[in-house]
């Protein structure tokens, strides 16, 4: 196998394949040059660059150095169509590496896939492969360091540097994060390695400009990308460019005019539902006059319901065991289920009715009394918002409903 490779780099490679030497150690890294199309070349090119970068910075790998491409070295061993474990470990032997670094990118709407893969020589077998996006509005050097960076590290399975990538539109202004000092803004964006985890504030600062500042909290591993553009003092922003501002006055919630409107709203629908109870009402008295010729013939004290719906007609009901003749039975039945019907439907259109409109009401003085109290204040601080919070908590409404046999009521509590 030896003759092979001499015979077939030196035909199609020369001799810089042989440039790089083995390292001494346990471990030595190759990165290949990334498969692509001849159109993505330039990109796949210098990605691949940046993976080698990101190898050499961990001296566990034992870089070797050499930057032959795959797709050079997959046809010197004629396996480029087929990329099996076995060709690779030839190919890693021959570059008498431990471990090889390889992958392929393809181009999809201006952003790219980037697939790279961890391969054990020794072993002749894969470690573990990542796929990644880079976006194609994330291609600049500082975005493309990071990205992998980020690739190598979930290779060997290593937590991702927690990192912020600070963008400006001028150069030459300072970037502090909680106040100190981490940086100028310059042509390329500012890479922010190994940040705290958790809660920060990132400013940036140059004189004649406005102050950009930024509150966010940033996660284990992970990567903000902050744009903080600049603007004269007194310049007004071009359309659709937001500025996060330094901070400013708090203005207080107006919550009144929520309370005040919900409480017209919801006053409405407790009127809407007595009105349905009146409905009810209606409907019941309708009842009891479909009734009144059935009553004249029971007899005092019995229910003219429970009578006309017994199976067969009784003399305690009517005097005599026999169906009055000048009564419909039919319609007597009929008549009591929807006088009981509607008794039971105005018992709740009521009941829902006067809670809602009780809490309708509850709201709107509630919500005026807050209005006439309530003075608008441009500045203030984090105590007085909280102060203002626990006033808006002081009011409370309880609603609360009692059935009895006779009936029911509801009761309404509230502190104003």
Same mark, same amino acid.
């Given at each position: ?219 284990? !591993?992970?990567? *903000?990308? /902050?744009? =903080?553009?600049?603007? +004269?003092? #007194?310049? $007004? ?122 809490? !309708?009401?509850? *709201?709107? /003085?509630? =919500?005026?009394?807050? +209005?006439? #109290?309530? $003075? ?41």
């Amino acid at each position: 196998m030896g003759k092979r490779l001499t015979v077939l780099i030196s035909c199609l490679l020369a001799a810089s394949v042989w440039t790089g030497t083995a390292l001494a150690g346990d471990a030595s890294t190759t990165v290949l040059g990334l498969l692509s199309d001849e159109a993505d070349s330039t990109f796949a090119e210098e990605f691949s660059g940046y993976l080698r970068d990101a190898v050499e910075a961990r001296e566990k790998l034992g870089h070797t150095g050499k930057d032959q491409t795959l797709e050079q070295l997959a046809m010197a061993f004629g396996c480029l169509d087929s990329l099996d474990p076995m060709c690779l470990q030839e190919i890693g032997e021959g570059l008498e590496t431990t471990l090889l670094i390889h992958g392929k990118v393809e181009s999809s709407f201006g952003d790219f896939d980037v697939t790279v893969t961890l391969f054990d020589v020794v072993k002749g077998k894969v470690v573990k492969s990542t796929a990644s996006t880079i976006a194609g509005d994330k291609q600049g050097s500082i975005y493309l360091q990071d990205a992998s960076d980020r690739i190598i590290a979930e290779l060997l399975d290593e937590e991702p540097r927690t990192a912020i990538i600070v963008q400006s539109n001028k150069s030459g202004a300072t970037i502090l994060l909680d106040g100190e000092d981490v940086g100028t803004t310059g042509a390329e964006p500012v890479w922010l390695r190994d940040v705290e985890p958790g809660e920060h504030e990132l400013s940036v600062e140059k004189d004649g400009y406005e102050t950009f500042m930024k509150e966010f909290e940033i996660k284990k !591993g992970g990567r *903000l990308d /902050i744009d =903080a553009p600049l603007y +004269k003092v #007194g310049e $007004k922003p071009p359309d659709g460019v937001g500025v996060s501002p330094v901070k400013g006055p708090k203005v207080k919630p107006d919550k009144s005019k929520v309370m005040l409107w919900s409480g017209v709203g919801v006053g409405i629908v407790g009127l809407g539902l007595v009105g349905a109870g009146v409905g009810m009402t209606a409907m019941v008295s309708g009842a009891n006059d479909d009734l009144s010729a059935a009553r004249q013939v029971t007899l005092s004290g019995q229910d003219v319901c429970s009578c006309f719906n017994e199976s067969l007609p009784t003399a305690e009901c009517f005097g005599s065991p026999a169906w009055p003749s000048d009564v419909s039975r039919s319609n007597v039945k009929d008549a009591c289920s929807k006088g009981k019907t509607g008794q039971a439907a105005q018992f709740v259109f009521y009941s829902l009715g006067a809670a809602a409109a009780a809490t !309708g009401i509850a *709201l709107i /003085i509630t =919500a005026l009394v807050k +209005k006439k #109290g309530k $003075k608008a204040s441009v500045e203030e601080d984090d105590e007085d918002e909280e102060e203002y919070e626990d006033e808006e908590e002081e009011a409370s409404i309880y609603i609360i409903p009692s059935i009895t046999p006779d009936g029911g009521f509801l009761s309404v509590v509230g502190r104003f």
